[in-house]
């Protein structure tokens, strides 16, 4: 019967009650902007960008499908979850902050007896207001930023008028997945909440977080391994400049920072009292609040590394990668074999001079797995496919396209063990291995077609270990395939004559000897597979050259399902690429490249921002009780604000200082890794230099503005 | 009616963990047996942290004892959750704070009238019970004004006009008087004294001022945790 009461009178509309919901919420309307301007970022972000996307992916040969492993499509999902980490992360921050300020409030209104479902409709309220408003300012700011990235875009691409354009549904799907967002973040927050009492314990007024633990020592040196490691190993070609690198890096600075502060604030107050006492206010922080303090600097420092670093030295390498034109020489790249004689015949005598064709002796090449993946199992990898040539031809190459001839001893073996490599890519692309199953550093290479039903258990019979005596990165042929197939591997002229027979005692399928596939199986697969690599450039200057490339694409084209050896095994391996698709592909990759981190880039700088100008918030409460004492004991204004200024500053010096000694560290290494010449590398170097300026100047100026802000707000500019 | 009992404690007990490293038990409250009437203006005094805030909570079903039993109103306080608890907090019950805890964002207006707004009784109610009890307590021309603007005596005034507005069985009371001059003191004393005598409400009060004490008719003593005098 109370129930049935209760429930009638939840019914009534009580206007009163919305007052309630509405004069709170303006109360805190500082916070509350603070929450709407984060969810008005990520739908603005994810908005400009998804429209970018569109109009972009339209003129890219890969994006038939979404999720496609090659294109745009690959970068953008890529991106994507490193927004979507990095919005989790700004809305947990500032709803911990709101939410800090809110929990008394609600928990004076439970001591009053509010019903779970009033407590819901105040928060879904407060909630619904703050999504609505910040997807309505969301969508012209969002739109605003396409506008000017698209005209950033065509200017640089030139594919103005060309462009593709943008499904209507694409701000409701926003709306969709930026209200996942949230509601994500929510349950998030109230599960930290739960374990770790995030919000709850920003209200506690004093913390006890203890300077040192046990083995201080070890756990330094511990996280000096870690950084020394992480470092070294980014450096290496075959690490594919790994995330887990930095993390395994960001992790080491972690404790060196918290072990060594812990270890020299000790150190002091032990050893050298006159120090401890005349800095004791200064300091103070450190001591009583030395994790907190650890945690924010290197928070600040892995946003600004990622600012200046992951993200904008992709920026800068694209800004400096060669030039479109030098990585394609050619106009056409053939995979081709022996029947083909006839259609390079027809070739030469119908254009006669007004092409050039060069042919070399090849084999196919395969490796365990092109792509690197997270998960192992039984899903099927797929196997990439590199040209493998010998040494005269590489020597050939390389003069043919009047490159410096750098190795001119590859100390190459006959047997085959050692190989050369050439990774045909630009410079805006990360350094990686060839093989990224069996051996990053020692790549597992298997001569003839992909042997797509091998026996991984006995793999030392088909991919076969191999030294690298050396690697270049750069493009002899063409950069195609996005850097995943068609990379260049060179063999000893001796084993390389062997390696052109293997076809004949090799099984296709099973990639073992044919004796012992007719044995285990009855039958044996013969496939010979690539024997020539054949490359036609047009001659420039003549008339109608654009239709004689089409009519030679179209030719060429009509060629392609006779040269799949095992079936449509890779559809990005074809039999003939050419050039001008894949310069198309190369230029909106670059811009989609620039795009993409740009936004990352500003997101992360605002995410900083937020989160600088949150924990300042949070710490306000503090910082005013602090003040009173101070001085009520009699401390001069002057004093106070130092103390104060000293503490904000620690979370711009400190994170600064390890960012500029990592920053070179890594670019030593990146630099290092993806084998910049000097010239460029040096370009590359200033470039980085103007970038961490202007992160560091307007880090700086905010830094400044929060100060003043912050010190009015606790009182400091009051002498009375 | 006086006799009918209101509040019973039977062994109730209330022990806090902190979480140092060697999880330390802190037992702040040990085997209370107690019986509140209705009616009844009680005074529990005691030095600071012998646990009489702990007592007022638990009475006050803020709380949860650790062990033994709690009866509001002949319903063991274990059966009281969610919804039916949050009714009786609503009803039956006021609750008035040292630190006044109004709501800044609301006026005084808004404030007295807050319970009455949560129990979704009609606007036109709920403004003519506050009213009414704005006048009682004389800060009927502080009505439009916000807690920021108020003296601390006013502030405990309108706080205990909001402890009353839902006309509740016991309003309980921690330290009422504890951030007031002894001018504003008086005035919230012969308040309450007003509500116990003429309105016939419980009270529970929590003080360490023997002259606030004074004002009601049973004085409860707390040391260490135990109840060490009943007069």
């Known amino acids: 019967m109370q129930r049935i009461k209760d429930l009638r009178a939840e019914k009534k509309q009580n206007n009163l009650f919305q007052t309630v919901i509405w004069k709170n919420m303006l109360y805190n309307r500082k916070e509350t902007i603070l929450l709407i301007i984060c969810e008005m970022l990520i739908v603005a ?50 709803m911990v902050s709101y939410l800090g300020k809110r929990i008394p409030q609600y928990m004076l209104l439970k001591r009053m007896g509010i019903s779970m479902s009033d407590t819901r409709k105040m928060i879904w309220t407060e909630a619904g207001i703050c999504y609505v408003a910040a997807t309505f300012i969301g969508f012209f700011v969002g739109k605003g930023m396409f506008l000017i990235f698209r005209k950033f875009i065509t200017d640089m691409v030139g594919i103005e008028g060309k462009a593709g354009s943008y499904s209507k549904l694409t701000f409701p799907v926003i709306c969709l ?85 812990a270890l020299i604030l000790s150190y002091i107050r032990n050893k050298q009292e006159r120090n401890y006492y005349r800095h004791l206010l200064q300091r103070n922080k450190l001591y009583y609040r030395s994790k907190t303090v650890v945690r924010y600097g290197v928070l600040f420092f892995i946003l600004n590394f990622l600012v200046c670093f992951y993200f904008g030295f992709q920026v800068v390498s694209t800004a400096t990668a060669e030039p479109v034109s030098s990585l394609y020489p050619y106009d056409f790249m053939c995979i081709a074999d022996d029947k083909d004689e006839k259609l390079l015949k027809n070739l030469k005598e119908t254009y006669k001079s007004d092409i050039h064709i060069e042919e070399y002796p090849m084999v196919r090449v395969a490796t365990a797995d092109k792509i690197e993946r997270g998960e192992r199992g ?59 199953f069996y051996g990053k550093s020692r790549p597992n290479l298997h001569i003839g077609v992909p042997a797509a039903e091998y026996d991984w258990g006995n793999k030392k019979n088909t991919y076969i270990e191999r030294v690298v005596t050396g690697e270049e990165i750069g493009s002899l042929t063409g950069c195609y395939s996005t850097e995943k ?119 992360v700088i605002i995410v900083d921002m937020i989160i600088f100008y949150t924990m300042c918030q949070m710490e306000l409460k503090e910082i005013i009780l602090r003040e009173r004492f101070l001085k009520n004991l009699g401390m001069s204004g002057k004093e106070r ?12 010096v400190s994170p600064t200082c390890i960012m500029l000694a990592a920053m070179v560290l890594f670019l030593r290494a990146v630099l290092r890794a993806r084998m910049f010449p000097e010239t460029i590398a040096e370009t ?29 707000k606790a009182g400091m500019r009051d002498e009375r | 009616m006086k006799d009918n009992v209101l509040l019973r404690t039977e062994n109730m ?90 709501l800044d964002s609301l006026s005084v207006f808004e404030n007295i009238m807050l319970p009455m707004i949560l129990d979704h009784k009609d606007d036109k109610v709920c403004k003519e019970e506050a009213e009414k009890l704005a006048v009682s307590f004389q800060i ?76 009601s008719e049973r004085i409860l003593y707390i040391e260490d945790g135990k109840i060490t005098e009943d007069r």
Request: proline letters at 1%; hydrophobic letters at 40%; aromatic letters at 10%.
């Open chain 1, 641 to 652: 604000r130092k103390v104060y200024r000293k503490e904000i500053c620690f979370y711009y």
């Open chain 1, 485 to 603: 197939s068609e990379n260049i591997v060179v063999f000893s002229d001796k084993y390389f004559e062997k390696a052109e027979k293997e076809w004949k005692k090799t099984d296709a399928i099973w990639g073992i000897p044919v004796e012992d596939a007719k044995s285990y199986y009855g039958e044996a697969t013969i496939i010979q597979g690539p024997t020539k690599l054949v490359l036609i450039a047009v001659k420039s200057g003549i008339n109608n050259r654009n239709k004689m490339l089409e009519r030679i694409d179209q030719l060429l084209e009509k060629k392609e399902e006779a040269h799949q050896y095992i079936g449509n095994y890779d559809s990005t391996v074809r039999f003939h690429y050419d050039s001008e698709s894949a310069k198309a592909d190369i230029i909106s990759e670059r811009a989609v490249k620039i795009l993409i981190n740009s936004y990352l880039m500003i997101m």
């Open chain 2, 140 to 215: 009927q021309n502080l009505l439009g004004k916000y807690p920021y603007e108020l003296s601390g005596g006013e502030k405990q005034r309108t706080a205990i006009c909001r402890a009353l507005v839902n006309q509740p069985d016991v309003i309980f009371a921690d330290e009422p008087t504890g951030n007031l001059d002894s001018r504003s003191t008086e005035i919230v004393m012969d308040v309450f004294s007003t509500i116990h005598s003429k309105m016939h409400k419980t009270i529970i009060m929590v003080t360490h001022d023997i002259s606030v004490a004074e004002y």
């Open chain 2, 13 to 102: 007990s209330r022990k806090y963990v902190i979480s140092d490293r060697r999880e330390t038990e802190i037992e702040v409250l040990k085997d209370i047996n107690l019986e509140i009437r209705e009616q009844e203006f009680i005074s529990i005094m005691g030095k600071s942290g012998s646990g009489k805030t702990t007592l007022l909570k638990l009475l006050g079903l803020i709380d949860r004892p650790t062990s033994g039993k709690l009866y509001f109103k002949g319903v063991d306080s274990e059966e009281l959750r969610g919804d039916r608890l949050a009714r009786i907090r609503r009803q039956d019950m006021g609750f008035v704070y040292q630190d006044y805890y109004l």
């Open chain 1, 684 to 712: 590359c170097i200033r470039m980085e230099g103007v970038l961490i300026a202007g992160v560091l100047l307007l880090r700086m100026l905010y830094v400044v503005a929060v100060y003043q802000v912050f010190s009015r």
């Open chain 1, 378 to 436: 039984a899903e099927q990898r797929i196997q990439g496919q590199e040209i493998g040539i010998s040494e005269t031809t590489y020597h050939r190459l390389k003069k043919a396209i009047h490159k410096e001839d750098k190795a001119q001893k590859m100390d190459l073996d006959a047997e085959g063990k050692k190989v050369y490599l050439v990774h045909q890519q630009d410079r805006s692309v990360k350094a990686q291995p060839m093989d990224w």
């Open chain 1, 45 to 94: 972000i994810a908005y400009s960008g998804s429209m970018c996307y569109q109009i972009l992916s339209a003129k890219h040969s890969s994006e038939v499908l979404f999720l496609q492993e090659d294109g745009i499509s690959r970068q953008f999902v890529y991106a994507g979850m490193l927004l979507l980490f990095c919005a989790i992360v700004l809305i947990i921050t500032v």
């Open chain 1, 177 to 261: 997945f930026s209200f996942g967002i949230y509601g994500l973040s929510f349950l998030l927050m109230k599960e930290l909440e739960a374990d770790f009492r995030i919000i709850t314990s920003t209200q506690e007024s004093v913390r006890k977080e203890k300077l040192t633990g046990k083995f201080t020592g070890g756990k330094l040196v511990i996280g000096i391994c870690c950084c020394s490691y992480a470092v070294v190993q980014y450096g290496k070609i075959y690490n594919h400049e790994s995330v887990y690198l930095l993390g395994l890096f960001f992790a080491g600075t972690y404790l060196i920072l918290r072990s060594g502060m």
